[in-house]
């Protein structure tokens, strides 16, 4: 038994800044089947405990050693409706992989990497079989198309249910289309798993506008739906509150990734589209978010691209994979350096970014220690756009235009584990509860949602018939 994981083949640095290309190469079946050989089949299980959507992990190892793709596929489908993108995006180090026992020995099995071989095989390889649609238990809408949405909606019309996804933007997927880029997550991939859930009986419409289209009263009153669940994500990016925030060139990266995703710039230079980038870009924050953005830039002409943030590497949020390749592909690092200014010419465009050198002083409230600015330390970087990539909060239309639905001071809607929020029928999960997180917790909460509403509209059905 190798005590080492199996490498996955991927693009090299210097071909890969250049193109969207997926980076990561995915394993081939005889890869796949030595990494499968390595898994212990603990009796325990341990990895399971990491995982939000509670996949039978050994289970599916089992079948991909044994050569057993279609069963692999079928195993991780009961409890995950969005395999591929989980595969490929999943902070799995800090979850399943994290309880592995070989970690403790060396290297964890690589599960985030044979979910993805076997999710990528389950694509290629559907037979367009697929289960006939049970009776409806119900009518539940969901609004927003995003992680959370998708798998309460996947596993409402498993169970049963007749699902109407309302998405506001005109393609499905949430921030698997619109946030995370080509290079990591293939648009292609996520259109495949929302194909899937649309042949379990899930219909989705999309330039529909909860608050604005409608209301979520109306769905309940005047659409019988029977539940509602919302899972609309948190789109609204947070600034630094700087001088110099307002001039051309400054992005927040919600704003960023969102032209260049649907507006195909990934596609740069053979769709023409209107997203300026420049030959310096500083992009302020450290998260998987400013990674994304940082080399975007980079893939669409920067010459040079900083991260600029106010902490440490060892602070960095950002998965260990993407700032390896960030760096591997030359975005370059401001460690311990936080904005204070940016400045601009008589045409109201960025021309540079005045920061402040920092230190570390005392662990704050999260944990980590508190950065301190080093007073006359001042200096100014060159560029010519500015990307914010600072974190995001909820956009609040949903929650002015539902009464009686409870939001905490951050306007995140207030919901229990389950996603029972204070409005009777009404659920929410995902980053509109608890703020910007994973994909995968989201998808968590989504699950539990389902669950939830299953119980809520059985049960209220029985008493009604009592």
């Known amino acids: 038994m190798p005590s080492l994981r199996h490498k996955m083949p991927e693009q090299s640095a210097e071909k890969r800044r250049s193109n969207f290309s997926e980076v990561a190469l995915?394993?081939?079946?005889?890869?796949?089947?030595?990494?499968?050989?390595?898994?212990?089949?603990?009796?325990?299980?341990?990895?399971?405990?990491?995982?939000?959507?509670?996949?039978?992990?050994?289970?599916?190892?089992?079948?991909?050693?044994?050569?057993?793709?279609?069963?692999?596929?079928?195993?991780?489908?009961?409890?995950?409706?969005?395999?591929?993108?989980?595969?490929?995006?999943?902070p799995q180090e800090n979850q399943c992989e994290k309880h592995c026992v070989l970690a403790k020995r060396g290297q964890s099995v690589a599960i985030g990497r044979l979910e993805r071989f076997a999710a990528d095989h389950g694509q290629t390889h559907d037979n367009g079989a697929h289960p006939a649609l049970k009776e409806s238990l119900g009518k539940v809408a969901v609004i927003g198309a995003g992680?959370?949405?998708l798998t309460a909606a996947g596993d409402l019309a498993g169970l049963g249910y007749q699902v109407t996804v309302y998405e506001a933007l005109h393609a499905p997927g949430g921030v698997l289309i619109y946030g995370i880029p080509e290079f990591r997550l293939p648009k292609d991939i996520v259109r495949k798993e929302i194909d899937s859930l649309k042949q379990k009986g899930v219909t989705i419409e999309v330039n529909a506008i909860a608050g604005k289209t409608f209301t979520i009263d109306e769905l309940i009153s005047e659409q019988g739906?029977?539940?509602?669940?919302?899972?609309?994500?948190?789109g609204l990016p947070h600034f630094m509150d700087i001088p110099g925030e307002n001039l051309n060139g400054v992005y927040s990266a919600n704003e960023f990734l969102t032209r260049v995703n649907?507006?195909?710039?990934?596609?740069?230079?053979?769709?023409?589209?209107?997203?300026?980038?420049?030959?310096?870009?500083?992009?302020?924050?450290?998260?998987?978010?400013?990674?994304?953005?940082?080399?975007?830039?980079?893939?669409?002409?920067?010459?040079?691209?900083?991260?600029?943030?106010?902490?440490?590497?060892?602070?960095?949020?950002?998965?260990?994979?993407?700032?390896?390749?960030?760096?591997?592909e030359g975005i370059q690092f401001h460690l311990l350096?936080?904005?204070?200014?940016?400045?601009?010419?008589?045409?109201?465009?960025?021309?540079?970014?005045?920061?402040?050198?920092?230190?570390?002083?005392?662990?704050d409230q999260s944990g980590r220690r508190r950065p301190l600015p080093l007073e006359g330390s001042n200096?100014?970087?060159?560029?010519?756009?500015?990307?914010?990539?600072?974190?995001q909060g909820p956009n609040p239309l949903v929650q002015q235009t539902t009464p009686g639905l409870a939001v905490n001071k951050h306007g995140?809607?207030?919901?229990?584990?389950?996603?029972?929020?204070?409005?009777?029928?009404?659920?929410?999960?995902?980053?509109?509860?608890?703020?910007?997180?994973?994909?995968?917790?989201a998808m968590g909460a989504g699950k539990k949602a389902a669950a939830a509403i299953h119980d809520y509209v059985q049960g209220k059905k029985a008493r009604n018939h009592g």
Not at 226 to 234: H, L, N, S
Not at 289 to 318: C, F, H, K, Q, W
Request: aromatic share 6%; charged share 20%; with cysteine.
């Open 262 to 328: 649907l507006m195909k710039a990934y596609q740069f230079p053979a769709t023409a589209t209107p997203v300026h980038v420049g030959k310096n870009v500083a992009v302020v924050g450290a998260g998987n978010v400013a990674m994304d953005a940082a080399r975007t830039s980079l893939r669409l002409g920067a010459e040079n691209v900083y991260i600029v943030y106010r902490r440490s590497e060892d602070e960095i949020p950002a998965r260990s994979e993407e700032l390896e390749h960030a760096k591997e």
């Open 147 to 149: 992680p959370a949405g």
């Open 412 to 441: 995140n809607i207030t919901a229990d584990e389950a996603g029972f929020t204070s409005k009777e029928g009404v659920f929410a999960g995902g980053d509109i509860v608890t703020g910007a997180a994973t994909v995968i917790l």
């Open 225 to 234: 739906f029977d539940a509602v669940f919302i899972g609309t994500g948190a």
């Open 26 to 90: 995915g394993y081939t079946a005889d890869t796949a089947q030595a990494e499968a050989s390595r898994c212990l089949q603990c009796k325990t299980s341990p990895c399971r405990q990491g995982c939000p959507v509670e996949v039978n992990i050994p289970a599916f190892i089992k079948h991909i050693k044994d050569g057993q793709m279609d069963a692999a596929i079928q195993e991780i489908k009961h409890k995950n409706n969005l395999p591929a993108v989980c595969g490929r995006v999943c």
């Open 337 to 363: 350096t936080a904005p204070v200014k940016i400045n601009g010419n008589d045409k109201n465009w960025v021309t540079s970014l005045e920061c402040i050198r920092m230190q570390l002083g005392e662990p």
């Open 379 to 391: 200096f100014e970087l060159p560029v010519d756009t500015v990307i914010m990539a600072i974190g």
